[in-house]
């Protein structure tokens, strides 16, 4: 079992960049995927990035595709989004979450039901 706590969200303007951080504790996220997603006001949570334990894979949604980046930091027990070129359609709370690897990544990164342990979630708003 590991806690996840999100950070790094606030009132950005567009064009601008952030970057979150999601902090482990509780036990070594060293073995577990991991994935960010998100949810905007009115609709449900959607997938953003995601990256295989030994960062040998990542992912991204479509939308995001060429602006973010997610990275990990064993050593601190950290993974991070960084988020460029921010658009109002950003605006959401982004959660991370934990995957103790079962199946192939390829096969369920993109599926919130996949996933063991979530943060609470760090707001995110982007202004014209």
């Known amino acids: 079992q590991v806690q996840l706590v999100e950070s790094g969200g606030g009132l950005v303007q567009a064009g601008h960049s952030l970057r979150l951080s999601c902090a482990a504790s509780?036990?070594?996220?060293?073995?577990?995927?991991m994935g960010w997603f998100r949810q905007a006001p009115g609709k449900e949570r959607e997938f953003v990035a995601a990256m295989r334990w030994d960062i040998t894979t990542t992912y991204f949604a479509d939308s995001v595709k060429g602006r973010f980046t997610i990275s990990r930091d064993n050593a601190k027990n950290t993974v991070y989004l960084q988020m460029n070129s921010l658009k109002p359609e950003d605006t959401a709370v982004y959660f991370c979450?934990?995957?103790?690897?079962?199946?192939?990544?390829?096969?369920?990164?993109?599926?919130?039901?996949?996933?063991?342990?979530w943060g609470q979630g760090t707001q995110v708003t982007v202004f014209p």
């Open positions: 979450a934990a995957q103790n690897a079962r199946g192939y990544y390829s096969a369920t990164y993109r599926s919130q039901d996949s996933y063991d342990n």
């Open positions: 509780g036990r070594t996220f060293t073995m577990y995927n």
